[in-house]
């Protein structure tokens, strides 16, 4: 089998850049690991940039999401039993947030994938990438060596896009003389469950507390999503739900009126934090998009949105090259993307290390926090470096 980009994985990134692609002319061919079920309800982020949305929209996957999304014009933060809200469109030139799950934008794109897209193989699972080179003008092919339905297979790509995630294969196919990796893990997970109760705000709330970070954010009218800052390791099976809730209750306590509502508690996960950035993003005809090449923190939920980010470019690129011929877009797709995703980084971290209590974190810390949070409230300037970066930067 032969296709002019080869994509592995189908998660956000895969699927989005197939679209793309596809709206543009371009054949391609999806290989992913894990079968449909799985990747419809992997649940993980929940909040889409406005960028994110324009694209969505005009590739065609918008109309689910224009009905059922959420928009957002703001998020509140909380710290010393005090609350502030960050209003995004007068600090932003207008920008908002959706929230809208990633569960839902993948059911959105593998349906219109498998009525009028390119081929997307489900439990097509991707072992090697052979043959990058480091001249992408040279005509030697990239393979990609997979199996799928108990047969081993091959498939001759004229470029290869690695959307396979943290744990792919992808990003191996760049040789360790040229590789730089960055990373820091965090000293804490996040437990995250859904329940069945309406969120307890309109908006989404970042809590820093002594006892640890939450998070309240909502995946519909009617389902909250919570996050509790727990130790690494912690086993879900060790937080009934009534402690879940009484946590919950303390973290978020402010002075004056407001109840955080319990509800039935319908799944209930722990994640890893982990900031990890791979460069370059590219070696010869081989391409790494989202997760496959960074890792943030969900904390400035942006995890999701650099993926898209990147596809977008990367489709520009390729679109490029099949209008003029030049290939210039596409060697410059590492250096464009790395521009936005060390500001995402820097922005995860930030948000990170500001509302999370490290457990060796000294009292002097602490107050760096607090004052930190206290000049986010009481400068404009302050508050709006936040908003910027929260509703995103417009970076390549
Ligand atoms: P994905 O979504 O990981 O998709 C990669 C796809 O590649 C497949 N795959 C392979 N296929 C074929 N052959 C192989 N050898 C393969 N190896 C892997 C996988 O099955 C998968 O379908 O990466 P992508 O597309 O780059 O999208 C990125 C986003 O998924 C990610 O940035 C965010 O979801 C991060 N993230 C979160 N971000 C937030 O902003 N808020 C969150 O609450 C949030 N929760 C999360 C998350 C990431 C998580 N992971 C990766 C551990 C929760 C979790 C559990
Ligand atoms: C989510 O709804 O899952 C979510 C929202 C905001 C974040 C992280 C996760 O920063």
New binding site residues.
Partial sequence: MHTTVGIIGGGPAGLLLARLLHNSGIDCVVLESRDRAYVEHRQR???LEQSTVDVLRSSGAGERLDREGLVHDGIELRWDRKAHRIDFPSLTGGRRVW?YAQTEVCKDLIALQLKDGAPLLFEAQVLAVEGATANIKTGDRPVIRYTHEGQDKTLICDYVVGCDGFHGVARDAVPESIKKTYERVYPYSWF?ILADVPPSSDE?VYAHSPRGFA?L??RSPSVS?L?LQVPNGTDPADWSDERIWDELDARFAIDGDWTLERGPITSKGVLPMRSFVSEPMSYGRVFLAGDAAHIVP????KGLNLAAADVIVLARAFANLKDTGSAELLDAYSDTCLKRVWRAEHFSYFMTSTLHTDPDQSAFETRLQISQLDRIASSPYAAAELAENYAGLHIG
């Fill in positions: 982020a929940g909040i929230v995250g989404l998070l954010s909502m999503r996050y969900p904390t400035g939920a």
